[in-house]
C-alpha cells in the first residue's frame, strides 16, 4: 500500500469542528477536497498530516491556531468611508480586494453612518479546529514539494 509523501496529491474528506464540537463544515456530499501534501493548498496542520498515511485510513488532528488559520491580529484591521462598501454588504460578508497589486479577502467587520472598519484576518483566527478526515485518493508525484 503507497504512503502518502510530501508532493503527492491527495483527497479526503472531512468534517472540522470547534473544540466544543460545533461542525464548521463538512465535505460530504461534495466531491472530497484535492491538495498537495505538505504543500500551502489548505492549513498547515492539515497539509501535512496527511504524510505517512494511506487511502482508506482516517486521523482526528486537533490544530492549534498556527496550525490553522493562525492568531488574529489587530493591525489587519482599517476603516473606509462607508461608500466604499458595496451595496447590501453588511458585517460579516466577504470582500475581494486589491492591496499592492494582489489579492486579499476581507470580511466587513462594521457598519457606522460615516464608515466601515474590514478586517482581513480569517474568521476563524484564533480558533483551534478538530479535524476528522478520510483519505479516499492518493497520486503519487513527480515532483516532491521543497
Known amino acids: 500500500m503507497s504512503r502518502i509523501e510530501a508532493g503527492d496529491t491527495v483527497e479526503l474528506h472531512y468534517t472540522s469542528r470547534t473544540l466544543e464540537g460545533g461542525v ?22 492539515l497539509s501535512e498530516a496527511v504524510i505517512g498515511m494511506a487511502v482508506g485510513e482516517m486521523k482526528t488532528v486537533t490544530l ?20 466604499a462598501l458595496p451595496h447590501g454588504a453588511v458585517p460579516g460578508a466577504q470582500l475581494a480586494v486589491r492591496l499592492d ?6 470580511w ?7 464608515e466601515i472598519t474590514l478586517d482581513a484576518n480569517h474568521p476563524l483566527a484564533d480558533e483551534t479546529l478538530v479535524i476528522e478526515f478520510e483519505i479516499v485518493g492518493h497520486d503519487k508525484s513527480a515532483t516532491p514539494v521543497l
Open 108 to 114: 466587513v467587520a462594521r457598519v457606522s453612518e460615516e
Open 101 to 106: 497589486g494582489e489579492p486579499l479577502d476581507v
Open 64 to 83: 492549534r491556531p498556527d496550525e490553522a488559520f493562525g492568531r488574529r491580529r489587530d493591525s489587519w484591521n482599517c476603516t473606509a468611508p462607508k461608500e
Open 24 to 45: 464548521l463544515e463538512a465535505s460530504r456530499p461534495r466531491d472530497p477536497l484535492s491538495f498537495v501534501a505538505g504543500g500551502d493548498d489548505v492549513v498547515p496542520g
